[in-house]
């Protein structure tokens, strides 16, 4: 079956730490990748997306992800974390299926809690 | 206005209890969708309708029933639920199925007893 995968589900950093966080997907076809972010007590918003053209792309707060399509990944970076940065982060793949419907699946996220 | 709002925010009720959870966006999008989400859980794409058509069902109970009145506005319709049921009920809109991101709502906080 077509997934998305998140290998670290709970990740602890102090402020200034640099962060990576996985996210590797199984379509082989045509794939539109986005990360998305889930404050405490607030919903879920969109940090940073990838269509097409460059593979770097950036987000806001300074996130940005890089898309490798040999290794079907789209790993998330951000080089100085901060505590605002607590939250639980998910990857999404919006991806076209043999029935020609696009599907939206979410990984199984990621929980970062940044210590002060 | 970039916001979909969800009324209620939280819901109780009975398991032989008739309710609705209701969606609605202004931002002119074509694509909305209901996610269950469980706790510590990602999403779970529930139904996806695209111009105000039904187009995405996941295998999802008959006891839950979407409806989609017009382009701005979504419901879910509840009956007869089971305890299993209770979660966060997440509404979202895209501008179309294909290359755009969603947006998302608060969230309707259902607890079924």
């Known amino acids: 079956a077509q997934s998305v995968s998140q290998h670290n589900h709970h990740v602890i950093l102090s402020e200034a730490a640099s962060l990576e966080l996985g996210c590797n997907y199984s379509?082989?076809?045509?794939?539109?990748l986005f990360w998305y972010v889930q404050y405490p007590g607030q919903h879920l918003q969109l940090l940073l997306k990838?269509?097409?053209?460059?593979?770097l792309v950036k987000g806001i707060k300074g996130f940005e992800a890089e898309f490798i399509k040999s290794k079907f990944s789209f790993n998330l970076r951000k080089p100085s974390v901060q505590w605002s940065d607590t939250a639980e982060y998910f990857c999404?793949?919006?991806?076209?299926?043999?029935?020609?419907?696009?599907?939206?699946?979410f990984g199984t996220g990621t929980r970062l809690k940044v210590l002060a | 206005d970039t916001e979909v709002t969800q009324t209620p925010k939280h819901l109780v009720m009975g398991m032989t209890n008739k309710k609705s959870l209701k969606c609605e966006q202004h931002?002119?999008?074509?694509?909305m969708y209901w996610y269950k989400q469980k706790a510590k859980k990602p999403p779970e794409l529930m139904f996806v309708?695209?111009?105000?058509?039904?187009?995405i069902n996941e295998s999802v109970p008959s006891r839950f029933s979407p409806e989609c009145p017009n382009s701005s506005l979504l419901n879910l319709h509840l009956h007869a639920l089971q305890p299993e049921d209770s979660a966060l009920y997440l509404c979202?809109?895209?501008?179309?199925?294909?290359?755009?991101?969603?947006?998302f709502g608060p969230g309707t906080r259902l607890t079924v007893l």
């Open positions: 979202a809109s895209s501008q179309d199925r294909v290359r755009h991101e969603q947006f």
């Open positions: 379509y082989g076809g045509t794939v539109n």
């Open positions: 990838y269509f097409s053209g460059d593979p």
């Open positions: 309708y695209s111009y105000e058509k039904l187009s």
């Open positions: 931002m002119g999008h074509r694509a």
């Open positions: 999404a793949v919006n991806a076209l299926e043999r029935s020609g419907t696009y599907k939206y699946i």
